[in-house]
């Protein structure tokens, strides 16, 4: 890999931080080791990760041109390939192994933060196993939906032949006059059409494919609690599924088509050639990953913040950065979103809750409301103060492991 840059950091040196902006260039080890860190615990991963030969790191910032989410320090004198992002078609195109595990590596630690978030958000939530599939169909039927209680039962018959449920889920398709085998996939057709309001795959399903959405609308979505919550609505141009394929796990979600769709599927079989043959889709699947594990780790960091004038400001910039609006002092910026909306992507729904708004809005006068709409005049004191809570919230947490 001599076409990127190398260099050297001694011993007990900071090579990236958390937080730090304009972060252009990850890295990958060429000796020594290094140790990454995060302010946020995250359930099954290592809070002081070391890593060596052949690990990288700063990916996540670098592809998806957010601040950095982890602190890196070299534990010994290291010997790093920085790679910066307008560079990484060359190492796909140079080493698709080293983009395959760049992949794979990112759909684990996204599944590892969807799997703290649904806990920390409803914590009811199931892990993802074919046998749920008989649940999702029964909550379909209840709900009068035979389309995708149909679909649900006929997964359920076709993972689970011999499942404890074969036959109650044979009985309510008798019931619904549907047969109990789906249409057969051609899984070399690349191209796939769905109707409206068809189901294209459903949570707790085993996964062969990705998707790349070509024209129309995808919901995605998840029974909790037997309610059907809305995690996405995705548009031409996103990927999806990509999870159930690279990490051998069933659907954590169930997709279906909102509007007439068109769809483009790679399969486990062609994905690596595909992404030899065309570096620019795992570039873009690299940079969705990234976007999303960012955003990812943005609300878990949000839900451990206990004081709910804290997590309605941290929205506030985490909106702010995701669509990268520039921090700075006076810098204006108008959320285009009321208070309800606020407060609902807080998790805050007493009417009472629009009071804590009020209170912030009284003691910070660079946020306030305009014509229906939350506007703040000073980006920069938007992030001192989220950055006070975050610290606050540490300072609790430290103080909590202490008693």
Known sequence: MSFFQMVTFPANSYIIVEGKKDANNFYIIREGKVRVTRETAVVGEDPNQVLGPGDFFGVVAA????????????????SLISVSYDQFGTLIQKSTAVAMNIIRFFSMKLRQFDTTITRLSFRNAVEEDPNELFKIGEYYFQQQNTSHATFAYQSYLKHLPNGQFVPQAKLRLQTINQPFQSAPIDYNKFNRNYKDSEMIFCEHEPGKELFILQSGKVKISKI?????????????????????????KPRSASAVAAGDV????INKANFEGMVKAQPQLATRLITLLSERIWIAYKQLANLLLKDPQGRIVDTLMT??????????????????IGTKDLLKMVGLTDPKDELIISDIMKNNKFIRMDLGKIVCSDMAELEKLVQFYHKKANMENKLKKLK
């Open 63 to 78: 592809m998806s041109q957010h601040p950095q989410i982890e602190s890196a320090t070299s534990l010994t004198n290291v």
């Open 224 to 248: 909790v609690n037997q309610n059907e919550v809305m995690l996405a609505v995705l548009q031409a141009g996103d990927i999806f599924g990509e999870m159930a394929i690279l990490d051998n």
């Open 262 to 265: 068109e769809l483009l599927a």
């Open 319 to 336: 909106l702010a950065e995701k669509n990268r609006i520039k921090v700075a002092p006076k810098q204006a910026y108008n959320f285009e």
